[in-house]
């Protein structure tokens, strides 16, 4: 369901849509948070400032496809000063977190520290998809830590040793 398109709209249309904590305010709702996905339908929530009820008309805590699967061809990207990374290419390389269409500029497991990293092009926020499995091994999206080095968004595992050393892969997000 979606926060209603017109007025009257209040407070209690948003708890209904996105959930939140006693007692609420409007700043736990801005968009690209943990409770407010950064879609497209909700393209005219504020990410940070001013921010008003009617800027949720519409607004909605879910939406799009619920998954999407890529297949990730398996090269050592890199190796430098002692780092060495598998990933390769992926195709296609966009993918719906819930309604909004990212770019996956980097999936791949650095043989250096054992970790699997994955990059997109923007900061979307912590949200808009919930795991991605990597052949049969599924990674979620809350066991990632989580970072926005520069304009891009970084999810950060401390176990890849599920990414394959050659070949393809199937890669699937899930919303």
């Known amino acids: ?35 407010v996905p950064n879609t497209t339908a909700n393209a005219s929530v504020p990410a940070s400032g001013a921010i008003s009820l009617t800027d949720f008309f519409g607004a909605s805590a879910s939406g799009g496809d619920t998954s999407d699967t890529l297949t990730l061809t398996i090269a050592t990207v890199l190796i430098f000063r002692g780092f060495s990374a598998l990933g390769g290419s992926i195709s296609p390389n966009t993918v719906e977190f819930d309604s909004w269409n990212v770019t996956i500029t980097s999936l791949y497991y650095n043989t250096s ?32 830590t989580y970072s926005v080095p520069s304009t891009v968004s ?12 050659s070949g393809t892969v199937s890669v699937t997000f899930t919303e």
């Open 113 to 144: 520290d054992g970790k699997l990293y994955l990059i997109i092009n923007q900061n979307s926020g912590n949200s808009g998809w919930t795991s991605f499995t990597l052949g049969s091994t599924t990674f979620n999206r809350t066991d990632a």
């Open 1 to 35: 369901m979606a926060v209603t398109s017109s007025a009257p709209i209040d407070i209690g249309d948003l708890v209904t849509e996105f959930g939140g904590s006693t007692p609420h305010s409007l700043t736990e709702y801005y968009r690209g948070g943990s409770l």
């Open 154 to 165: 970084q999810w950060v595992w401390s176990d890849g040793s599920a990414m394959p050393s």
